[in-house]
């Protein structure tokens, strides 16, 4: 999965004019694609789907609200943003389809268990993927949990770098888990206690 991030300026206002409470709103962030299906939104041609080029973030869905119902806008920041209401037509379509085709028959648990191989414990771990990932949150929270020293930070680290294979890995993620579940435990107890 990758993900994109827009560094850009906004254009449509000054940071200073949608700072409220100290975070400016310089960049766009994470971009999200954004699906618009309704009988009332113009189609595209032929099996191609209509683009909008234009540059929205979440802020527009409030605007969009806020212009099909006559609100004022919650904040400046909301107030600043396009809305979507120009994707919209005064008349519903009329070649929307009238029935959905049948949905793929789902697979038994068993037969999907079934399909998939299972790993073993001295498989060395890939390059990349969803259990490196977690691997390295593992890792930060170790750190967060650990003292804090620049010390201990390079020992576990260290530590980290000797998990070669899924056995260890799925043993280090259950230790940091099992480590984060008792101080989250033990957490809450001395805030009840000083409740």
């Known amino acids: 999965m990758h993900i994109f991030y827009d560094l850009c300026k906004r254009s449509n206002q000054s940071s200073s004019e949608l700072s409220t409470h100290g975070f400016t709103f310089t960049t766009l962030g994470v971009r999200v694609p954004a699906v618009v299906v309704s009988p009332w939104v113009s189609g595209g041609s032929g099996n191609t789907p209509a683009v909008d080029h234009n540059v929205y973030d979440h802020s527009s869905v409030l605007a969009t609200i806020e212009a099909a119902f006559g609100f ?9 943003m396009p809305n979507l ?5 005064t008349t519903m379509r009329i070649d929307c389809p009238h029935t959905l085709h049948a949905p793929a ?5 068993a037969v999907k268990a079934a399909s ?6 001295e ?11 977690t691997l390295h949150i593992a890792l930060k929270t170790e750190i967060e949990m650990s003292g804090g020293t620049e010390e ?6 260290e530590k980290f770098k000797l998990i070669k ?3 260890q ?6 230790s940091v888990m099992e480590r984060a579940h008792a101080a989250r435990l033990a957490k809450n107890a001395a805030n009840k206690q000083s409740i």
Do not use: V, W
Request: proline share 14%; charged share 20%.
């Open 72 to 80: 004022g806008p919650l904040t400046m920041r909301d107030a600043a």
């Open 85 to 89: 209401l120009h994707l919209c037509n």
């Open 105 to 109: 028959t789902p697979q038994p648990a």
């Open 116 to 121: 998939r191989k299972p790993f073993s414990p």
């Open 123 to 133: 498989e060395p771990l890939p390059n990349k993927g969803a259990l490196i990932g």
């Open 152 to 157: 201990e930070k390079k020992a576990l680290i």
């Open 165 to 167: 294979n899924r056995g």
């Open 169 to 174: 890995a799925a043993a280090y993620i259950s």
